[in-house]
C-alpha cells in the first residue's frame, strides 16, 4: 500500500533526506520576501516545542528546517514538519504560499480550527493534517484542491463534516484519511465517495458512519480502484457490503467493530465476486448469527482473517485447507469447541500467528500444531484444553516468539535437560501445572520479556540462573506458586525500555529470607511471603519510578527507614499485617503522589507524621497498631481526597477534630477502639459523599490487579494488540466497589454526650455503630430519614427513656442493636413501653420474622464483618488475576443488590405492618 501504510517510515525518511542529504542542493536558493513573512508568521504562532524551528531565521527560507523551494522560481514547495510535536493554532498565513504542492504536518498539536483558505492552495497535491488536535467542521472549501492526491486528516483531531459533497470534487484522490472524523450527519459519505474514481486507501474507522437508507446504497463506482478500505469501529450494518460488489482490486477491507448480522455466510456471500483479491479480512466483533464458519474459499489469496468475537462454533470447515496462504488466523472469543477446530486449522501450514483465546476447545494439546514450524504467536488461553504438552509438540516450532496457554489443564511434561528450539519474548503459563520443579528449559529463553506462571504449582526455590532471565523481564508473575528459599542478595538491574511498564509480582508463596535491594521497577508485589529482617534494603533500590509497592503479609520487623524522600513516584504503599514497630519516619510524608497508605495491623507506636504535602491521599489505613497522640487535625484540614480514614485499634485519644467533617468525600470513617473523647460532633452531617443520596460515589481506585490480557487489549484503527500493549504498558487498575459503602464505626471509645440530631441527615450512611461508648439521652428521632442505613448498633450505651423510635429500618435491626440501653423500651425491643397495649397482631409479626430468618441483624453484622475481613484481613486477597477479582466483585454486586431488594421486600412488609396497626 502507498498511501498511509508505510506513512512513518516514509515521513522519517524523506524528512532525514531533504534535512541531512539533499539540503546542500538548494544553498543558493533566495526565498521569496513574501513568503518569507508567510512563514515567519506561521513560525511565532506555534507555541510549542520552538527549539524544533530554531533554524527558522535569516533571509535563505529556503534552507530552513522543513522547507523545499522550486530551483527556478525560488517559491516555497513544500512544508513536512512532522512529529515535532508543534503546538498552537495553525495560522492562515500559510495560505500565502500559493506555490505548495505537499502541507504536511502530520503528528504534531496544533489545535483550533483549519483555516478555510487552506481550499486556495490549488497547486496541493499531498495535504496531511492527521494526528493533531484540530477541531470543528472540515472547511468544505477543500472541495477545490483538485490536484489533491493525498489528504490525510485522520487519527485523532476531533473534526466533523456535515456532509461529504464537496469531497466527491477531489477527484484525482488517491488515498484519503478522515479517521476519527465525527461523520454522523454526513449521510452522503458513501455517495460522495463513489465519485471519487481513483481512490486507492480509503479509512473512515472510527467516524460514527451509521446506515443509510437500504433502498438507497450507490455501487462503489465500478471503476474504483480500491485496494484497501477500513470503516472499522462504526454502525454499519450488513446491508453496506452490497455497495462493496465489483470492487475487485480490493485487497484490505476492515469492518471490525460494526452492526453487520444474520449469517456470516451471508455476509460472506455478499463479499464474493468472481475475481476476488482479497488478502485482509477483519469482521471482528460483529453480532452475528450463532453459526459455524463457511467456506472461504472464493478468497484465495487471502493472508490475514479476523473473526474474533463473532458467535463462531464448531465443526471447523474442511475447506479451511485450502487458504494456503493464510498466515494470520484470530478466532478468538467465540464459541468454538472440542478438538476438532485446531485439528483442521493446524493443516494450514502457512500460519505465522494463531489466536483462539477465549474459546471452549477440548482435548488434548494437539500433536499437530508441530507442523506450523513458521508459527511465531500461539494463543490458547482461556480454553479446556488438558493433557500434556512435550517435547514432540514443540520440536519444530522454531520460529515461536509468543507462546500463550493460560486458563487450560495443560501441564508440561519436559525433561530437564530439553533445549528448545524457540526464543521466547512471552510466555504465558498462569495456572497451568508446571511444577513442582522450577521449569528447567526457561534457562534458555535468554530474550524473554514477559514472563507469567502464576498458579503454576511450583514448589521449588529459584534455580540461579533464573537471575540472568530477570535483566530482561519487564513483566514477571510468578505469583501463586510455593516458592521457596530466599532471593539473592544482588538482583541484576533491569534493561528493559523505560517507555514499558514495568512489574514484578513474587506474591503468594513461600519466599523467606531477607529482602535484596530492587531494580528499577514501577511495581512490585511480594505481599503474602515470610519475609523477614527490615526494610533497611529498599533505601538502596533503584526506587524513584515506583509506583506501586506491596510487601503486606510478611513477617517483617524492625523501624521503617527514614528514606521515604526517594520513592517520588509512589502511589500505592501497603506494609500491612507485619511486625514493623517504632515511630513512622517523617519522610513519609514527602510522598506527594501517594494516594493510598497501608500500615494496619503492625506494631507502630508514637503520633502519625504529618502528611499534609500527600494531598493526593485518598486511603489511610493505620488500624491495629500502638499509635497514640490526639487525632491528627490537619488532616481534615489538608487531605481532600480522603476516602477512608481507618484509625481503629490504637490509643488515640482526645476529642474527634471537628475539622474532620471538611473531608467531604469520606465514605468510611472507623475510629473504633480508641480512647476518644468528647461528643460526636453534630458537624459529621457536612460530609457530603455521607449526606447526599445523589453525590457521585467514587469507585476507588485501590488494590486488586488488573494485567491487561488478551480480553482486555483492545484494538484502535489500525494499531495492534502489540502495539497497544507497548503504548498501554502493563496496565494495572486498582479498583475496588468500595465506592458503594459508606460506614461510621466510633464504637469502644469513651465519647459522651447525646446522639446529636443532626447525624440524621447522613441519609447515604450504610453502617453506623456507636456501641460500647457513655453516650446517652435518646436516640434522635428523625433517625428514620437515614435511608440508606442498613446496620445500626447503639447497644452498651447509657440511652434511656423512652421509645426506640418507629421508622422503617429501626424495628429491623433486632434487639441485638439496642442493648445494653436498659431504659430503651418499645419494638423491636420487648420491653413494652408504658402505655403500649398489647397488640393483637403480634403472631402475625412473628410469623413473618420467621420468613426472614436469615435477613436479621446478625446478617448485617455478618455482611460488614465479612466485608471487612475480605477487603482488610486476608491479606491482600485482591491482589490477583483478573477472573478472580471478578468472581469476587461479582459476588459483591450480587450481595449488594440483594441488599437492595431484601430491603425494597422489608419496606413494603413493613408499610403493610403499619396500615395493619393504623
Ligand atoms: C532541483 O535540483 C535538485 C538538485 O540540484 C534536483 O535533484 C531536483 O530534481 C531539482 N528539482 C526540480 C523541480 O527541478
Ligand atoms: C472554491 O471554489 C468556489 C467556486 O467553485 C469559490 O466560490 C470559492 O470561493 C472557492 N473557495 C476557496 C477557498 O478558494
Ligand atoms: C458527532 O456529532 C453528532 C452530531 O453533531 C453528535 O451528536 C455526537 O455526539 C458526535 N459524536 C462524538 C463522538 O463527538
Ligand atoms: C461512476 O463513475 C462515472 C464516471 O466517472 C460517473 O459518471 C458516475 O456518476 C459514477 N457513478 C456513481 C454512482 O457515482
Ligand atoms: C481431558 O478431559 C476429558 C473430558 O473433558 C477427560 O475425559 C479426559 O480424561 C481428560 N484427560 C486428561 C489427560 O486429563
Ligand atoms: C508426546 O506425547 C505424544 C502423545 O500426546 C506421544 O505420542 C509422544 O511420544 C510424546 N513424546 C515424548 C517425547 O514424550
Ligand atoms: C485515655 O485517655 C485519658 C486522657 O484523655 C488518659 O488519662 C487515659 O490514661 C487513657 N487511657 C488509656 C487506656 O490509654
Not at 39 to 59: P, T, V, Y
Not at 706 to 734: A, M
Amino acid at each position: 500500500m502507498l498511501c498511509f501504510g508505510y506513512k512513518f517510515l516514509f515521513c522519517l525518511v524523506s524528512f532525514l533526506c531533504f534535512n541531512v542529504l539533499c539540503a546542500e542542493s538548494f544553498h543558493t536558493n533566495k526565498c521569496v520576501e513574501k513568503e518569507r513573512r508567510a512563514l515567519l508568521k506561521f513560525r511565532d504562532a506555534i507555541n510549542l516545542n520552538r527549539d524544533g524551528i530554531s533554524s527558522w531565521k535569516g533571509e535563505e527560507c529556503c534552507k530552513w528546517e522543513g522547507i523545499l523551494c522550486d530551483n527556478f522560481t525560488h517559491h516555497v514547495t513544500s512544508l513536512h514538519l512532522i512529529l515535532l510535536g508543534f503546538g498552537g493554532k495553525l495560522d492562515s498565513s500559510i495560505c500565502e504560499l500559493q506555490h505548495l504542492t505537499s502541507l504536511n504536518l502530520f503528528g504534531n498539536q496544533f489545535e483550533g480550527k483549519i483555516p478555510k483558505c487552506i481550499g486556495s492552495l490549488d497547486k496541493l497535491i499531498e495535504l496531511n493534517l492527521g494526528f493533531n488536535y484540530f477541531v470543528g467542521v472540515i472547511p468544505p472549501s477543500l472541495g477545490n484542491l483538485s490536484n489533491l492526491q493525498t489528504f490525510d486528516l485522520g487519527l485523532f483531531n476531533y473534526l466533523t463534516a456535515n456532509d461529504l459533497e464537496w469531497l466527491s470534487h477531489l477527484s484525482n484522490l488517491r488515498c484519503l484519511d478522515l479517521s476519527y472524523v465525527n461523520l454522523t450527519l454526513a449521510v452522503d459519505w458513501l455517495s460522495s465517495i463513489s465519485k471519487i474514481r481513483y481512490l486507492y486507501e480509503l479509512n473512515l474507522n472510527i467516524c460514527g458512519l451509521h446506515q443509510v437508507n437500504p433502498k438507497s446504497i450507490p455501487l462503489l463506482n465500478t471503476s474504483i480502484s480500491l485496494k484497501s478500505l477500513d470503516l472499522s469501529y462504526n454502525e454499519l450494518q450488513s446491508s453496506i457490503l452490497k455497495s462493496f460488489r465489483n470492487m475487485s482490486q480490493l485487497q484490505k477491507l476492515n469492518l471490525n467493530s460494526n452492526q453487520l448480522s444474520g449469517k456470516l455466510s451471508d455476509n460472506i456471500q455478499q463479499l464474493c465476486t468472481t475475481k476476488n483479491d482479497l488478502r485482509n479480512l477483519d469482521l471482528s466483533n460483529n453480532p452475528f448469527k450463532v453459526m459455524s464458519l463457511p467456506d472461504f474459499s472464493c478468497f484465495p489469496f487471502l493472508e490475514t482473517l479476523s473473526l474474533r468475537n463473532t458467535n463462531v462454533v464448531s465443526p471447523f470447515p474442511k475447506s479451511f485447507v485450502h487458504l494456503s496462504s493464510l498466515s494470520i488466523l484470530d478466532l478468538g472469543f467465540n464459541q468454538l469447541n472440542g478438538s476438532q477446530p485446531i485439528f483442521e486449522i493446524t493443516k494450514l501450514v502457512s500460519l505465522k500467528t494463531l489466536y483462539l483465546s477465549h474459546n471452549n476447545l477440548s482435548g488434548p494439546f494437539p500433536h499437530t500444531i508441530g507442523q506450523l514450524s513458521d508459527l511465531n504467536e500461539l494463543r490458547l488461553s482461556s480454553n479446556k484444553l488438558n493433557g500434556t504438552i512435550n517435547e514432540t509438540h514443540l520440536s519444530n516450532l522454531s520460529e515461536l516468539k509468543y507462546f500463550d496457554v493460560t486458563q487450560n489443564s495443560l501441564s508440561f511434561n519436559l525433561s530437564s535437560n530439553w533445549v528448545p528450539p524457540f526464543k521466547l519474548e512471552t510466555l504465558h503459563a498462569s495456572s497451568c501445572p508446571l511444577g513442582p520443579k522450577f521449569p528447567t528449559w526457561l534457562k534458555h529463553q535468554r530474550g524473554l520479556a514477559d514472563l507469567n506462571i502464576s498458579n503454576c504449582g511450583i514448589s521449588d526455590s529459584f534455580p540461579k540462573w533464573f537471575w540472568n532471565l530477570s535483566s530482561s523481564l519487564r513483566y514477571l508473575n510468578v505469583s501463586h506458586n510455593k516458592l521457596n528459599g530466599p532471593l539473592p542478595k544482588s538482583l541484576p538491574s533491569l534493561n528493559v525500555n523505560y517507555d514499558h511498564f514495568r512489574v514484578w509480582d513474587f506474591s503468594f508463596n513461600n519466599l523467606n529470607g531477607l529482602l535484596p535491594p530492587f531494580p528499577k521497577l514501577d511495581a512490585l508485589f511480594l505481599s503474602n511471603n515470610m519475609f523477614t529482617g527490615s526494610l533497611s534494603s529498599l533505601c538502596t533500590s533503584s526506587s524513584h519510578s515506583l509506583r506501586y509497592l506491596d510487601l503486606s503479609c510478611n513477617l517483617l520487623e524492625g523501624k521503617l527507614s527514614d528514606c521515604w524522600k526517594k520513592f517520588q513516584s509512589l502511589e500505592v504503599l501497603n506494609l500491612a499485617n507485619n511486625n514493623l514497630s517504632g515511630k513512622l519516619p517523617n519522610s513519609l510524608g514527602a510522598l506527594r503522589q501517594i494516594e493510598s497508605l497501608h500500615l494496619n495491623n503492625n506494631k507502630f507506636s508514637g503520633e502519625i507524621p504529618s502528611l499534609i504535602l500527600c494531598q493526593n491521599l485518598k486511603l489511610i489505613d493505620v488500624g491495629d497498631n500502638n499509635l497514640q497522640g490526639s487525632l491528627p487535625m490537619w488532616l481534615g484540614h489538608h487531605l481532600h481526597q480522603l476516602i477512608v480514614l481507618r484509625l481503629r485499634a490504637n490509643k488515640f485519644q482526645g476529642s474527634i477534630p471537628t475539622s474532620m467533617c471538611n473531608l467531604s468525600l469520606l465514605q468510611i470513617l472507623d475510629l473504633s477502639q480508641n480512647n476518644i473523647t468528647g461528643g460526636i460532633p453534630e458537624c459529621f452531617s457536612h460530609i457530603v459523599a455521607l449526606s447526599n443520596l445523589k453525590f457521585p460515589r467514587y469507585i476507588f481506585h485501590y488494590w486488586s490487579v488488573q494485567v491487561s490480557d488478551d480480553g482486555e487489549v483492545y484494538e484502535i484503527g489500525s494499531f495492534n494488540d502489540k502495539e497497544i500493549l507497548t503504548l498501554k504498558g502493563y496496565s494495572r487498575e486498582y479498583e475496588t466497589n468500595l465506592g458503594y459503602w459508606t460506614t461510621i464505626d466510633l464504637s469502644c471509645n469513651h465519647l459522651t454526650g447525646e446522639i446529636p440530631e443532626g447525624i440524621t441527615k447522613l441519609v447515604a450512611l450504610a453502617a453506623f455503630n456507636l456501641s460500647w461508648n457513655n453516650l446517652k439521652g435518646f436516640i434522635p428521632s428523625n433517625i428514620g430519614h437515614m435511608e440508606s442505613l442498613q446496620s445500626l448498633d447503639l447497644s452498651r450505651n447509657h440511652l434511656s427513656e423512652g421509645n426506640i423510635p418507629i421508622s422503617t429500618q429501626l424495628q429491623t435491626f433486632g434487639p441485638s442493636s439496642y442493648v445494653g440501653n436498659s431504659r430503651l423500651c418499645g419494638p423491636p425491643i420487648t420491653n413494652l413501653c408504658p402505655g403500649d397495649v398489647t397488640r393483637s397482631h403480634d403472631k402475625h409479626v412473628t410469623n413473618e420474622e420467621d420468613e426472614d430468618k436469615l435477613i436479621t441483624f446478625g446478617f448485617y453484622v455478618s455482611l460488614v464483618i465479612g466485608f471487612f475481613i475480605g477487603f482488610w484481613g486476608v491479606c491482600g486477597t485482591l491482589v490477583i488475576k483478573t477472573s478472580w477479582r471478578h468472581a469476587y466483585f461479582k459476588f459483591f454486586n450480587n450481595i449488594n443488590d440483594w441488599i437492595h431488594v431484601t430491603q425494597e421486600v422489608f419496606v413494603n412488609r413493613l408499610k403493610k405492618r403499619f396500615q395493619v396497626e393504623d
